[in-house]
T-cell receptor, first 113, second 119 residues
Framework: AQSVTQPDIHITVSEGASLELRCNYS??????LFWYVQSPGQGLQLLLK??????LVQGIKGFEAEFKRSQSSFNLRKPSVHWSDAAEYFC???????????FGAGTILRVKS | GAVVSQHPSWVICKSGTSVKIECRSL??????MFWYRQFPKQSLMLMAT?????????EQGVEKDKFLINHASLTLSTLTVTSAHPEDSSFYIC???????????????FGPGTRLTVL
């Protein structure tokens, strides 16, 4: 079955500290992986995506993610968090040419000053 | 580019009434649009896939007679919640695939969502 696990429901980091949000997936085919951010009451904004090639992908707002096939993981990182990064982050997996995205439960990021 | 809008952004209605939510791709054509439902503090659950000019494909457990989807043009899909009840209260989000991206475009562009509250 296709599934995405985000083990951390909430994470709190200090402004300026580094961040890593975990994502593990279970997928029967070659996965296409996404990270989205959602601010309160807003839709989803794509941070980055991985289809193939270099397993370290760069996204917007200084985020990056690394695809590790052996660990079925696609963790999101940022070296220095800003207060404006406080939001909910969703990892998602889909199939190439496919339509369906399966989302993780989300991780709420809180940034303390 | 690749902007998706939803209207209304929020709606409050009485139990038993029907509510229509519009999803528009503003600067691209979308053969396929998707409707998601998000409960408070939960993830997005795909409700249905909407293809222009054909019937929508509903996910298991989603009542197609309850949630009517119409995708009459390449830029507009509508979701009508019929005979709404309080348990239908939720955040409804649509997304669209950019047709011009071809088969290599796997990205969905999301609308800002519609908050439905049924009293």
């Amino acid at each position: 079955a296709q599934s995405v696990t985000q083990p951390d429901i909430h994470i709190t980091v200090s402004e300026g500290a580094s961040l890593e949000l975990r994502c593990n997936y279970s997928y029967g085919a070659t996965p296409y992986l996404f990270w989205y951010v959602q601010s309160p009451g807003q839709g989803l904004q794509l941070l980055l995506k991985y289809f193939s090639g270099d397993t370290l992908v760069q996204g917007i707002k200084g985020f990056e993610a690394e695809f590790k096939r052996s660990q079925s993981s696609f963790n999101l990182r940022k070296p220095s968090v800003h207060w404006s990064d406080a939001a909910e982050y969703f990892c998602a997996v889909g199939a190439r040419y496919g339509n369906k995205l399966v989302f993780g439960a989300g991780t709420i990021l809180r940034v303390k000053s | 580019g690749a902007v998706v809008s939803q209207h209304p952004s929020w709606v409050i209605c009485k139990s038993g009434t029907s509510v229509k939510i519009e999803c528009r791709s503003l600067d691209f054509q979308a053969t396929t649009m998707f409707w998601y439902r998000q409960f408070p503090k939960q993830s997005l659950m795909l409700m249905a896939t909407s293809n222009e000019g054909s019937k929508a494909t509903y996910e298991q457990g989603v009542e197609k007679d309850k949630f009517l989807i119409n995708h009459a043009s390449l830029t507009l899909s509508t979701l009508t919640v019929t005979s709404a009840h309080p348990e239908d209260s939720s955040f409804y989000i649509c997304s669209a695939r950019d047709q011009a991206g071809g088969l290599n475009s796997d990205e969905q562009f999301f609308g800002p969502g519609t908050r439905l509250t049924v009293l």
